[in-house]
């Protein structure tokens, strides 16, 4: 059974930059893409950035692809996170999906099958 297990969070300063890994239990061969999502306070869950198991295709919101970027090895997936703003702070989560789907799957949390439990990242001056 697919298990991903967040870490990397923390309170930073804005400016900042951090970097979250999500270690994978699994292989690249057991899901089809991987990704992450975020949940500030109050707010819905939204996807930040996505890539298929087999490197073919990276999606990230064009709202923070300037400062986001993500990648993946055979361990797990990475959101490497610059220049950090208080906006940036909530809880991020490690998503994936493991049969094959058209769109990318950080667009609707619905098309993810399996979550990690989520690291916190709090962006404070």
């Known amino acids: 059974q697919l298990q991903l297990v967040e870490s990397g969070g923390g309170l930073v300063k804005p400016g900042d930059s951090l970097r979250l890994s999500c270690t994978v239990s699994g292989s690249p061969s057991d899901y089809y893409a991987i990704g992450w999502f975020r949940q500030a306070p109050g707010k819905e869950r939204e996807g930040v950035s996505c890539?298929?198991?087999?490197?073919?295709f990276v999606f990230t919101d064009p709202s923070l692809e300037d400062r986001f970027t993500i990648s993946r090895d055979s361990a797990g997936v990475y959101l490497q996170m610059n220049n950090l703003r208080p906006e940036d702070t909530g809880v991020y989560y490690c998503a994936a999906r493991i049969g094959h789907i058209s769109q990318p799957i950080c667009e609707d949390e619905r098309f993810v099958d399996v979550w990690g439990q989520g690291t916190q990242v709090t962006v404070s001056s």
């Open positions: 890539i298929r198991s087999r490197l073919d």
